[in-house]
Every structure is written in C-alpha cells, then in structure tokens.
Nanobody
Framework: QVQLVESGGGLVQAGGSLRLSCEASGSGFSINAMGWYRQAPGKQRELVATITRGGNTNYADSVKGRFTISIDNTKNTVYLQMNSLKPEDTAVYSC???????????????WGQGTQVTVSS
C-alpha cells in the first residue's frame, strides 16, 4: 500500500508564494509520475501540473510561468512551487501518484488527502 501526504498549504496574500510538498510512503513501489490537482468550491477538480519520474512536466495554461513542479526521486516527494499567487488559485490542492507495485505489471493511482490554499486579495 502507498500513502501520499501533502503539506505546505495555507493563507497567503495575492502576489505571494507557497510551496507544496507531497511524499509517497510505503514499501515495494516505484513512482511512474506524480501530479497536483485542485478543486475550488463549486467547481470540478482540475489538473495543475504533472511530472514523470524522468522529469517531463505538463502544466495547466492558467499556471504556466507561475508554478513549478519538481520531483525528488530519492525522497519519493513531489513539490509545487507557486509564485505570483492570485485569488483564483484558491482551492484544495491534492497530490496524485501513479505507482507500480513491485512484482506487478500495471500501475495504480493513489491520492493524498488534500491541502487548502487560500489567496486573499
């Protein structure tokens, strides 16, 4: 079993920065990719950014140039550096891991519990 635990959310003023972290823990697994998603009140969950184990990244247009996703494979941890935050970035941010368990040929998806990011104007 794999657990994902996020940290780093909070309240920040517009124009400020936050750094989210998500650590995958457990035993006998290999990370294929990790990503950040967010859900604002009354809206559907949307992709923010993803990164593969090899470092290939993908960003939502709304965060390009402001957010940076990175991964530390030695720590099984993905980070999301968020700069120039806007009130519309306010949401619950959740981490997703695409993981292959040792001995298996298929990948599973695991989600963290989410962390609140609030940007005040």
């Amino acid at each position: 079993q794999v657990q994902l635990v996020e940290s780093g959310g909070g309240l920040v003023q517009a124009g400020g920065s936050l750094r989210l972290s998500c650590e995958a823990s457990g035993s006998g697994f290999s990370i294929n990719a990790m990503g950040w998603y967010r859900q604002a009140p009354g809206k559907q969950r949307e992709l923010v950014a993803t990164i593969t184990r090899g470092g290939n990244t993908n960003y939502a247009d709304s965060v390009k140039g402001r957010f940076t996703i990175s991964i530390d494979n030695t720590k099984n941890t993905v980070y999301l550096q968020m700069n120039s935050l806007k009130p519309e970035d306010t949401a619950v941010y959740s981490c997703k891991g695409v993981v292959t368990l040792i001995g298996k040929i298929y990948a599973n998806q695991y989600w963290g519990q989410g962390t609140q990011v609030t940007v005040s104007s």
